[in-house]
Each structure stands twice: as C-alpha cells, then as structure tokens.
C-alpha cells in the first residue's frame, strides 16, 4: 500500500482539481487559477507516476486512472458525433492583422464559407485591411462596433451595439432571417482575467479585472433575457473564458449549451500558444452538428467553425 501511496494521491489531486475548477472556479479570485489554468498541467505528472507504478509494480491501475481522468479533463478524449448542418457560424479573433498578411486572413474567411462570420480585434493596424476582406466576401452584409464586425450573407433585419464596462470594447448584436425566423448574433469579445497578477503579488489589478469580467457578463445576461423571446440565439466570440468555472456557467445558462462540447472533437484549442480553448460558439434554440477548429494563418488564434440545424 506505501508503494501506491503516489498513484493514490495524484488520482486524487486530479480529481479535487478538475471538482473544484468546475464548481468553485472563478466564484472568488483565489479560485481564479482552477479556471485558468492549462489543462494540460493535470496531464504533466501522469509519465512520471506511470513509471514509478511499472517500477514499484504495484498501483498501476491507480496511476492509469488518475491519467485517464487528466486526459479526459483536458479534452484529449472528447469526441461527438458530427453530421452537416444547415447553419455555418465562424468566429475568430484576427489579431488586428498584426501576425500576418490580410489575403491570409481573407483567404481562411473565404474557405470556411460560413453563413455568419463573427470576428474580433478588427480595428486593424492597417486600416486597408478591412477594405481586403470585404472585396474578398461580395455578396456579405457587414456591420460593425468598436473593433468586432459581423459578415453576414443572411438577410439582416437590424443591429445594435452595447457598451461592455470596464473595458474600450463593445459587444455587437445582429438580427438576421433564418429558416422563416428571426436569429439573434451576439458577437462578443471579453476582458482577460490578468491571472498573471498572482506573481507579480498583485492581488488588487487581478480583482479589478475580475469585477469587469462580471459586469461584462452582466450585459450580455441581460440581451440573452430580452432576445430569446424572439427566436433562436447565439453568441460567438472571443471570450477569454475556458469551459469551467462560474462564467462559462452563467454564459450557458443564459445563451445554450457550447457547441463544441455537443459536436466536436479533440480539445478544440482556439488559443493554441497556451492550449486553451477560450473562443467559443453558444446557441439557444439550435442543435449543433459540427464543431471545428480551423488550421490557419494570421493571428494567435485559431477559427472556430460550427454547423447548425
């Protein structure tokens, strides 16, 4: 029993860990880095105890567990059933075109042919940019708020914007006509929680940003509640927000289930420098289908494509 005492604990740790994240994550700042924290790191240790377990020939199947769990919780083992949609959504954060070239970020919008294009960080380094993508999408309406702007080859019935607090960015809300109905597009970009702060032993910028992030949500809560009297829903955006902890909780509640925890597959990383998966898709009164992330060029993000029906 001594010899397994480290398979023990590491199933353990990881499982409190992942509890915690998902339940207790981001409720308070000291939780903030269960939320925050790459998934990955969970899965680190797991060599290193499997090694000790084939040596010490005893807690092997202990060890296996608490890595399958890691794997699990990481996203490594996610995989849904995926079929064609009859709705196209992509959102991506282009970097205000600072890490490539224009025609990149054109030619990965081109090749998605996604119905609804949400992007972020649009207030370009080159104003010329915007000029490049929309001669590279005829036929797309485009409307715009700060620095996200929403393509759509779907009527548009209207739009509107909405100040997000704490921060100089705006939240973009489109209605268009879908299938005989009206769909709302919430188009979004949240703050960054600076979890960074917690070295440098600023406790004080790290609540100030987490306080803006409520606030932010509290927005968003708010169009969820008046625009789901009129039909489906969606929110799509850079979110600065991985799938656990408070937030991710109360964007669900409020917009539907993400759509890569309904149809995707893999870890879905939208931020892979750090293997995150913070850009997400939401929808209410849609089912999901597909749920892709895209290889591409252009920004420190990568896009997310859905499918719905």
Known sequence: MVRSRLAWAYLLVVALGWTLAETVGESRWPTLV??????LLWLLPAPLVLLWTL????????????????????????????????????TYNVARGGLGQASQIAGTLKAADADLILLQETNFYRPEDMTVLRMALPGYQVMRASEVTTFSRLPVRDSAWFDLPANKRDVLLTRVAWAGQTLGVVNAHLGTVTVSSL???????????????????????????????????????????????????????????????????????????????????????????????????????????????
């Open 199 to 309: 070295l440098e032993g600023d406790v004080a910028r790290l609540q100030r940003t987490r306080t803006a992030r409520m606030g932010q949500v509290r927005v968003l809560e708010r169009m969820a509640t008046q625009e789901r009297r009129r039909g489906p829903l969606l929110l799509a955006g850079d979110l600065n927000t991985p799938p656990r902890g408070l937030i991710y909780r109360q964007l669900q509640a409020a917009f539907g289930p993400d759509a890569h925890d309904q149809a995707g597959r893999g870890p879905g990383w939208t931020f892979p420098s750090l293997r995150v998966r913070i850009d997400h898709v939401m929808g209410h009164g849609l089912t999901p289908t597909r749920a892709q992330v895209l290889a591409a060029a252009g920004s420190d993000h990568l896009p997310l494509l859905v499918e719905y029906r």
């Open 34 to 39: 269960l939320a925050y924290a790459p998934a």
């Open 55 to 90: 040596w010490r020939r005893r807690g092997l199947t202990v060890a296996l567990a608490g890595g399958l769990l890691a794997a699990w919780g990481a996203g490594l083992l996610h995989w849904r059933p995926q079929s064609e949609g009859t709705l196209r959504v992509l």
